[in-house]
Nanobody, 127 residues
């Protein structure tokens, strides 16, 4: 059983940055694709970014150029660097892991591609 613990959320002002972390335990981290999703109040959970076991990444258009996802297999951790934050980035951010191996990186943009989910970390835009 894989457990995921997110951290790094908080209050942020216009143009600010946060580094979200997701630490995994259990399973074989290096073989998993890892993803970030977010859910704003009253909205569906949406895809943010993914990094496959091969290290390839894919981003939602809404965050491309502002967010960067990386993984450290030695530390069993993924990092989502969020820059130039906007009010519409306010949401609970969830980390997810997938043991399903697909070649197409874009496949991991869908929620049902993931077996394991963390509890989430809140990112709130402060004016």
């Amino acid at each position: 059983q894989v457990q995921l613990v997110e951290s790094g959320g908080g209050l942020v002002q216009a143009g600010g940055s946060l580094r979200l972390s997701c630490a995994a335990s259990g399973g074989t981290f290096s073989t998993y694709a890892m993803g970030w999703f977010r859910q704003a109040p009253g909205k569906e959970r949406e895809f943010v970014a993914t990094v496959t076991w091969r290290g390839s990444t894919y981003y939602a258009d809404s965050v491309k150029g502002r967010f960067t996802l990386s993984r450290d297999n030695a530390a069993n951790t993924v990092y989502l660097q969020t820059n130039s934050l906007k009010p519409e980035d306010t949401a609970v951010y969830y980390c997810a892991a997938s043991s399903i191996q697909r070649y197409e990186t874009t496949w991991y943009a869908q929620k049902y591609g993931y077996n394991y989910w963390g509890q989430g970390t809140q990112v709130t835009f402060s004016s």
